[in-house]
């Protein structure tokens, strides 16, 4: 299974399994276009590029964490690049989708040079984001916005992996001590964010797991396990959140697209307002929608089987015959 960061990154906290690979978004529309192969299996180095922080006890509470990483869990982290203020600033475009601001992209695109000349395919960004108070306040309120850090964190790992041939996510560095929302009671999903003042650790653990980049027309080497975008079995997203390269790239190659309903998204964005019907799933627009990820998951099992996802619903519907009449031969005249 190939997945954003995003779907498996809490913080500190990472469960995520062995067979998962940790890919961020330009690199997921990449593969899925065919532009580069994955190589999994094994672990990876990881390089960290650390912004410098506001205050220094920020920066020694990162390096605790990078300590604990690799003294717990046994990642090889190095090297670890200090650069300088980036400036990040969370903002809302205005049709209302959350964007950034950067002071300085060219501070991260310094530190990037020096952790591939270290050697190091697997990037960690550490850098503030600046979120209005009122924002964070309206989001940890569960208040219907996008989320005011992502977008954000989306455009520097973007610029990371445009530029180099690494594997790259994202984490935030404190700006203050009061936004470790420590006491704060909030949405169930940002739990670990809440009780958590590093929030890189998972980071880490995913960024280990990363598959390999490699070009798609390289030869393939024998002895290493190479996924490529025509062992795509399945693309599972959000009902609402269809406006993206993988679901277009799916329709395009007929690969099955389940659509989960339980997930709802800010961006609204359902095949029916793409004049898809997305309930007659057929040969030509494999488009399912199912309830929640359980559903979801008992799909791909059926998909991966050779079961007929028509098979287990009930009730089932009988097969309507064609009748083919064949045509009465014309007269002859003697």
């Not at 650069?83 to 600033?89: K, N, S, V």
């Not at 070009?215 to 959140?241: K, N, Y």
């Not at 898809?276 to 990820?293: K, M, Q, W």
């Amino acid at each position: 299974m190939i997945t954003n960061p995003n779907a498996v990154t809490a913080s500190d906290l990472y469960f995520a399994a062995d067979n998962v690979g940790y890919l961020e978004g330009n690199l997921l529309c990449r593969f899925l276009l065919g532009q580069l192969d994955l190589g999994v299996g094994g672990h990876r180095r990881v390089g960290l590029v650390v912004e410098e922080p506001v205050q220094a006890a920020f920066g020694r509470n990162v390096l605790n964490a990078v300590n604990a990483m690799r003294t717990v869990a046994g990642i090889e982290v190095d090297p670890v690049v200090f650069t300088g203020r980036i400036r990040t600033e969370s903002r809302y475009a205005e049709h209302g989708h959350a964007t950034g601001a950067y002071g300085d992209l060219g501070a991260l695109l310094d530190a990037l040079e020096h952790v591939q000349a270290a050697g190091a395919r697997s990037v960690g960004l550490v850098s503030s984001i600046d979120v209005p108070q009122p924002v964070r306040e309206a989001y940890y309120r569960g208040e219907p916005i996008p989320n005011p850090w992502g977008s954000a964190e989306a455009i520097l790992t973007h610029t990371a992996t445009s530029y180099f041939p690494v594997t790259a996510a994202h984490s935030p560095l404190l700006l203050e001590a009061e936004h470790t929302c420590f006491g704060t009671l909030g949405d169930p999903r940002d739990g670990a964010e809440l009780i958590s003042s590093a929030f890189l650790c998972s980071m880490v653990r995913g960024l280990s797991r990363a598959p390999t980049l490699l070009p798609a027309a390289a030869p393939h080497d024998g002895g290493e396990q190479r996924l490529t975008a025509a062992q795509v079995r399945a693309v599972v997203m959000p009902e609402t959140a269809v406006g993206n390269i993988p679901f277009f790239v799916a329709l395009d190659r007929r690969i099955p697209v389940i659509l989960v309903r339980g997930n709802d998204t800010a961006a609204g964005l359902t095949p029916a307002r793409l004049g898809l019907d997305a309930d007659l799933p057929g040969p030509n627009r494999p488009i399912y929608t199912v309830a929640s990820y359980m559903e979801a998951a008992g799909l791909l099992l059926a998909l991966r089987e050779g079961i007929a996802p028509a098979a287990l619903v009930r009730p089932i519907r009988g097969v309507e015959p064609v009748l083919l009449k064949r045509a009465e031969p014309a007269a002859v005249a003697a």
